[in-house]
């Protein structure tokens, strides 16, 4: 595909009227008769078990159908592969309602439904809960200094040459921890089922998921329904940023009390309520650098410690990512993990990257000072073309042309490297760089394409759209094949009962999905042409599908504009008044090449020595991550994600109270995000990177790259206007003004 017509151009979202007009429905909107409503009831313990539960005044309120609990529920399953979700982690997973065993503060314990949220709320203030508490650790440094930590991950570690002697010997070392706090990831959106009782057994469940699959499968596995009896939909979704990854216990329980009650039953979190959902793990990383004085890296170390619950053991990588970025012969990286009495964290913003980069590129920069060498120039030193750990070369990477178009753009060649040497009127300025990597995945997908006599074309999937702009993209792909306007594209998403497709995340959806509608739409230009060149004297006759294009509604031959012929003409010679075809796209895995996205983020920031105060006043991200789409919606992705960077770098905090094992700062006036005011000036360029190798449309998929490296870069930054090194994030201002 060379000249395109949708393909690579800036188009607004298509279903963007639908959403600010209040048209589009969200999982908690979805309204039908005799709906009950139902309301959880959170454990105030951190560990123990239930000893009794009171609900005869709850019961007693008019109003309340029932007051669901593990002492009362209907049956579940009790095997644990029954509630391992597609994407569990490995271990036992939580289960809703199962048993008297309270295994986090805030775990789900009773369910009150009514026939009104407001009764069902009152109601649930009224169930009294005996415990019996056991003692419990919620504490990742406590645990850490008392070496209640787990042996390293063999899937996490990796080893070259001899790091430890490397180091002695190295002319330049830096060593310092990095410490990241919980963080949750508050989408606008609570979580929330909608689940109608559908008679016969059978439910159509409204979810707030990211993957309506994958849903599906867990909802129906755990409460022993046929997966065709239960159907999921999430056609809109108020953010997830991850937490809607694996399903969340709105949905069981939704499903349960509608089983039970045999009535639809929505159950709604509220927003403190989101704090008892998977969480960011807060992490400590133990970093060693040693280099030559010429700035070559002879030695990396990266070793991190990372929280995850009693009964899981969730991590990401967060420690293999110099080996794809920066050339060094001896290297050792490593992972544990602490157990602590909380829920099981889950994937955030980029899980794995935006930690690992966040803590290596802090190190790098410090390198860089303790060198006395420019910051990029210290990248480009040691810039690799190859991915270390597996020892091949990269199918693209136009890191080096980041750097280049991002400086260019930020400026960089005028900072001057001394901290505090830069300033504008009363505040101090700060320039800081980091680098960013993020995988290009791609998962197995199908996808169904429609056409129909008139011309209107459908496209298909079960994966949902989150926010990113896959309904758009998604269409721009099926009307650049179909050669038909983009407004007769009409896109079904979120909804199980569509061509399977993973969950949205990753920044997977685009090359997976995309591929695999570029597939569904390949078969249907391949009848398309076989009815066209059954048409008495065809001049299409002997072409092949590589020699025609389908341009403005028709099949054009590419060796002349009087060689074509209308598609709803072909259609209507063949009698065909619909062509339909499916087609999963897999990933093409050779093992010859690693596939990444890359980007170079530079940070102003503005520092007021007197009151503390820091502004992150300009952002330039350049990110390389092959064929744009959507330059428009992917440039909004980056811009979000920078937004990310900023309340992982200066606001993100979940904290806890570890007398009681609570997340005290569960809500939007005590867990900080950024606002508006918060938020300046955000440049974002896309490199030109070709990539023939991962798919037939060159897709790596953008999104958590605009996150990775961010916070790098406005600690960086920090440093440079204050001369002060914060390694614990978030860097707030007690403790820039602190000595
Ligand atoms: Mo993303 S953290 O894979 O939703």
């Given at each position: 595909m060379t000249a395109t017509t949708y393909l690579g151009k800036p188009t607004s979202r298509i279903e963007g009227r639908e959403k600010v007009t209040g048209a589009a429905k969200y999982a908690g909107e979805y309204n039908v008769p005799a709906l009950a409503h139902g309301f959880v009831v959170s454990s105030a313990?951190?560990?123990?078990?239930?000893?009794r539960i009171h609900t005869a005044e709850a019961l007693a309120?008019?109003?309340?159908?029932d007051v669901f609990s593990h002492a009362h529920r209907p049956k579940l399953a009790s095997s644990d592969e029954k509630y391992k979700?597609?994407?569990?982690?490995d271990g036992s997973p939580f289960r809703p309602?199962?048993?008297?065993?309270?295994?986090?503060?805030?775990?789900?314990v009773v369910l009150v439904v009514a026939e009104e949220l407001e009764i069902a709320r009152f109601a649930a203030s009224l169930v009294r809960i005996e415990y019996e508490p056991e003692a419990h650790v919620t504490d990742l440094e406590a645990q850490r200094k008392r070496g209640a930590i787990s042996a390293p991950d063999p899937s996490h570690a990796h080893k070259r040459g001899d790091p430890a002697r490397a180091f002695e010997q190295a002319a330049v070392k830096v060593q310092a921890e990095y410490r990241m706090p919980v963080e949750h990831h508050n989408p606008m959106e609570p979580y929330a089922t909608t689940a109608v009782?559908?008679?016969?057994g059978r439910i159509t469940a409204y979810d707030k998921t990211q993957g309506p699959q994958n849903s599906r499968n867990y909802v129906a596995d755990l409460s022993e329904?046929?997966?065709?009896?239960v159907r999921v939909l999430?056609?809109?979704?108020?953010?997830g940023f991850g937490s809607g990854l694996r399903p969340q216990y709105q949905l069981p329980l939704a499903v349960l009390a509608a089983r039970a009650l045999k009535r639809s039953v929505r159950v709604t979190l509220t927003r403190q309520q989101m704090f008892t959902l998977g969480y960011r793990a807060g992490l400590v990383h133990e970093l060693a650098l040693g280099a030559n004085r010429?700035?070559?890296?002879?030695s990396f170390r990266h070793n991190t410690v990372a929280m995850t619950s009693q009964f899981e053991d969730f991590q990401r990588s967060?420690?293999?990512?110099s080996s794809m970025l920066y050339r060094c012969a001896n290297s050792e990286l490593g992972q544990r993990l602490v157990k602590l009495d909380q829920n099981t964290p889950c994937d955030m913003r980029a899980p794995g990257g935006a930690e690992g980069l966040y803590a290596i590129e802090c190190a790098m920069d410090e390198l860089a000072c303790a060198a006395n060498i420019d910051p990029l120039e210290l990248r480009l030193i040691n810039y690799?073309?190859?991915?270390?750990?597996?020892?091949r070369p990269f199918s693209s990477k136009e890191l080096r042309e980041c750097y280049r178009q991002g400086a260019e753009k930020f400026g960089?060649?005028?900072?001057?490297?001394?901290?505090?040497s830069m300033r504008e009127g009363n505040e101090l300025v700060g320039w800081g760089m980091a680098s960013g990597i993020w995988e290009a995945m791609q998962l197995k997908a199908s996808a169904r394409a429609v056409i129909t006599a008139n011309g209107s074309v459908e496209i298909a999937s079960a994966?949902?759209?989150?926010?990113?702009?896959t309904y758009t993209m998604m269409a721009q792909i099926a009307a650049e094949m179909l050669?038909?306007?983009?407004?007769?594209v009409t896109v079904r998403l979120?909804?199980?009962?569509?061509?399977d497709a993973p969950v949205?995340?990753?920044?997977f959806t685009t090359s997976s999905v995309g591929s695999a509608i570029h597939g569904a739409c390949r078969a249907v230009q391949k009848e398309l042409l076989r009815l066209a060149q059954r048409?008495?004297?065809?001049?299409?006759?002997?072409?092949?599908?590589?020699?025609v294009v389908f341009a403005e509604g028709k099949i054009r031959h590419k060796q002349g504009a009087s060689r074509e012929i209308p598609v709803v003409d072909a259609m209507r010679s063949g009698r065909a008044d619909r062509i339909e075809q499916e087609a999963t796209a897999e990933p093409?895995?050779?093992?010859?090449t690693s596939r990444y996205t890359h980007s170079a983020v530079f940070a102003e920031v503005k520092f007021d020595?007197?009151?503390g105060v820091i502004r992150v006043t300009r952002v330039v991200s350049a990110v390389a991550a092959g064929?744009?789409?959507?330059p428009k919606v992917a440039g909004s992705q980056i811009v979000g994600a920078v937004v990310g960077g900023i309340g992982m770098a200066l606001h993100e905090e979940t904290a806890t109270d570890h007398r009681f094992g609570?997340?005290?700062?569960?809500?939007l006036a005590d867990y900080h995000v950024p606002v508006n005011a918060d938020i300046h000036a955000i440049d974002v360029i896309f490199v030109e990177e070709k990539d023939d190798e991962i798919n037939p449309l060159g897709i790596k998929g953008v999104g958590e790259i605009g996150i990775v490296g961010t916070a790098a870069a406005i600690a960086n930054a920090i440093y440079h206007a204050t001369g002060k090194r914060v390694?614990?994030?978030?860097?707030t201002i007690d403790k820039l003004l602190r000595d």
């Open positions: 313990i951190a560990k123990g078990r239930i000893k309120v008019s109003g309340v159908l979700d597609d994407i569990a982690p309602l199962y048993d008297d065993r309270v295994r986090f503060s805030g775990q789900p009782w559908e008679g016969g329904l046929p997966r065709d009896k999430s056609p809109y979704v108020g953010g010429d700035g070559t890296l002879v967060f420690v293999t990512w690799s073309d190859k991915d270390q750990i597996e020892n960089w060649s005028k900072r001057t490297p001394e901290p505090r994966t949902a759209d989150i926010g990113p702009g050669g038909v306007p983009l407004q007769d979120g909804d199980s009962s569509l061509p949205e995340g990753g920044s048409m008495p004297g065809s001049p299409l006759a002997g072409a092949s599908i590589d020699d093409n895995e050779d093992g010859k020595a007197q009151l064929r744009i789409l959507n609570r997340f005290m700062t569960h809500n390694r614990d994030l978030p860097i």
